[in-house]
């Protein structure tokens, strides 16, 4: 079966270069079921591997050809090998923490090949805890964060006596049943356009009939360096510069209620905390290295957003998610005035873009983007100033304890992606009452990123004292 890429999955599939993979990952840890014998994990692995059917989401890869008339399209993989994407994986000794690590950061420097369906899953054992770990890795055309993380969750169970639940990437059986009742998709069926998405067409082109006056009042904002969908103030750092496809991870999670009390001190949002916590760190590491700028870092920060309702393209709810343009405030010394230019800045980001419908909030934040994408390609990095520095996203996950068959899962950790001229990626997901962070780093623009995790750990402290929490 054969069906077109949208725009968006296409853009990140020929955004992708050897110095760029273009995957998100996570890492999950789990404790063995009471009573688990020494072949636990080689069980565990060939549950995962064993599935009675592939869901068809995991069985296409990209391709284009002349038969497509150049086009990207979604082909199902005719020689589908399981094998190749779920893995058997150990640790060398002593099988701690830091060596999972490393072994992530490896596994996420490797493209994925358009010859295959673009993800991989492996389960790791080695660690002397006796934990188990699984680390996967989805190419952002199929996926992004939060439907990853959602993927995962779908597949998990509150009921640690539950068994017999399937591997994330395997078929549920109500959705084989529907399958089989659905007429394949034909390239014929792929030529016809619906009234359906005709009038949908229509409402995006009465939406965007307001995009001038969008435009023009985001740069104003822009201009005035008030907080909007586009930044054009961010100082030229360290990780603004060309970068390679080598990828250092570190990880570590903090208790929810110590964040949530710094924020109910402070009057500051728990999203808000974590981007301070970010900048505290960023700061003192920028500072051990000689290199924090006197401006302060732009981070840019994915947020949800409830736009303003429109009659016809956004009738089916008005959610929309955007990009605000965050002042980290690293050039203030105290942790809790660095707390509040955050709090100002997402608030009135957060504001500026509720004004905007959704496509308008879509055309914005893809506007902000330009100044990252297009200097690489244009071999202008260098010479044209970054339009922020890093990036910072929080996705939320389950709130109570999960199972996967009895294993207990104990924590979550994304993997990003860094892109030239922004080499660092910081990414957190909650989960039963811990925050986790996960910081993904071009190996040789951003040294001894370890030591980020320390900084983090000390900028909690820091703010818990001098807002009273």
Not at 53 to 63: C, D, E, G, I, N
Not at 98 to 103: A, F, K, Q, T, V
Not at 286 to 303: F, G, I, N, Q, S
Not at 321 to 328: E, H, N, R
Request: charged share 20%.
């Amino acid at each position: 079966m054969v069906t077109p890429i949208d725009p968006t999955s296409a853009a990140f599939l020929l955004a992708e270069n050897r110095s760029q993979p273009m995957h998100v990952g996570g890492l999950q840890l789990f404790q063995p079921p009471e009573g688990a014998g020494r072949d636990y994990v080689r069980q565990m692995f060939e549950q995962m591997r064993d599935v009675e059917a592939v869901a068809p989401l995991f069985l296409k890869h990209p391709k284009r050809s002349l038969r497509t008339a150049g086009q990207l399209v979604w082909e199902d993989d005719d020689q589908f090998d399981i094998e190749h994407h779920v893995r058997h994986s150990a640790l060398p000794r002593p099988g701690r923490i830091r060596e999972l690590l490393e072994l992530c950061g490896r596994l996420h420097s490797t493209r994925l090949a358009w010859e295959r369906p673009l993800w991989e899953a492996h389960v790791i054992e080695g660690l002397r805890d006796g934990r188990v770990a699984m680390y996967t890795k989805t190419h952002h055309a199929l996926v992004d964060g939060i439907s990853a993380m959602r993927l995962i969750q779908s597949v998990l169970s509150t009921d640690p006596d539950k068994r017999g639940m399937p591997a994330p990437w395997g078929m549920r059986a109500s959705a084989a049943r529907s399958r089989e009742r659905s007429p394949a998709v034909t390239e014929r069926d792929l030529a016809e356009v619906s009234v359906h998405a005709l009038q949908t067409a229509l409402g995006i082109a009465a939406e965007a009939a307001g995009l001038p006056g969008a435009l023009i009042r985001t740069l104003n904002r822009s201009v005035r360096n008030e907080t909007s969908a586009l930044s054009l103030y961010a100082p030229r750092t360290m990780f603004n510069r060309s970068i390679t496809g080598s990828r250092r991870f570190a990880a570590q999670d903090w208790p929810i209620e110590r964040l949530r009390a710094i924020g109910k001190a402070s009057g500051a949002t728990l999203n808000d905390v974590v981007l301070a916590m970010c900048s505290g760190a960023v700061r003192t590491y920028l500072t051990e290295l000689d290199a924090l700028p006197d401006a302060p870092l732009v981070a840019m920060v994915p947020v949800g957003l409830h736009a303003r309702q429109s009659h016809v393209a956004s009738a089916d709810g008005g959610n929309a998610v955007g990009a605000v343009m965050c002042k980290l405030g690293t050039d203030l010394a105290d942790p809790a005035e660095r707390l509040a230019a955050v709090h100002r800045s997402m608030k009135d980001g957060k504001e500026a873009l509720s004004s905007m419908t959704p496509v308008q909030i879509m055309a914005m934040s893809a506007l902000g983007q330009a100044p990252a994408i297009l200097p690489p390609l244009l071999r202008m990095q260098g010479i044209v100033k970054p339009p922020y520095n890093l990036i910072i996203s929080n996705v939320p996950g389950p709130r109570t304890t999960h199972y996967w068959n009895g294993a207990r899962l104990l924590g979550q950790y994304p993997l990003s992606i860094p892109i030239n001229g922004m080499a660092l990626n910081i990414t957190c997901t909650s989960y039963d009452g811990n925050m986790g962070f996960g910081l993904t780093g071009c190996r040789r623009t951003v040294p001894h990123l370890q030591r980020l995790l320390g900084h983090l750990d000390t900028e909690v402290a820091a703010l818990e004292k001098a807002v009273g929490a």
